[in-house]
Nanobody, 124 residues
Framework: QVQLVESGGGLVQAGGSLRLSCASSLHTFSDVAKGWFRQAPGKEREFVAAINWIGTSTDYSASVKGRFTISRDNAKKTLYLQMNSLKPEDTAVYYC?????????????????WGQGTQVTVTS
């Protein structure tokens, strides 16, 4: 069974930064696309960022583009999300996800495996 474990969430003031990590037990980590999604209270889960299997292609939601950076270290089987210039509206539970395809997607239903989530709270 694939395990994805997020870490790095926390409480930060607006304008601050956080770096999320997602460690994977997936044997073929280097062969799959990965993504970050988030869900705020009372809202649907939304796409944040995605990266292809080798890290040469990325995609971001309009709300985070230019502020967040997704990256991966296949040797460490770890996915990252560097979040800068955080805003109160970025407050949510952040989830990493694995799509067993090499191409990226911004659709949650195309990801097969999910982590348990890590809380990010941005205060004004």
């Amino acid at each position: 069974q694939v395990q994805l474990v997020e870490s790095g969430g926390g409480l930060v003031q607006a304008g601050g930064s956080l770096r999320l990590s997602c460690a994977s037990s997936l044997h073929t980590f280097s062969d799959v696309a990965k993504g970050w999604f988030r869900q705020a209270p009372g809202k649907e889960r939304e796409f944040v960022a995605a990266i292809n299997w080798i890290g040469t292609s990325t995609d971001y939601s309009a709300s985070v583009k230019g502020r967040f950076t997704i990256s991966r270290d296949n040797a460490k089987k770890t996915l990252y999300l560097q979040m800068n210039s955080l805003k109160p509206e970025d407050t949510a539970v952040y989830y990493c996800a694995v799509r067993t395809r090499i191409k990226i997607s911004n659709l949650a239903n195309e990801y097969e495996y999910w982590g348990q989530g890590t809380q990010v709270t941005v205060t004004s």
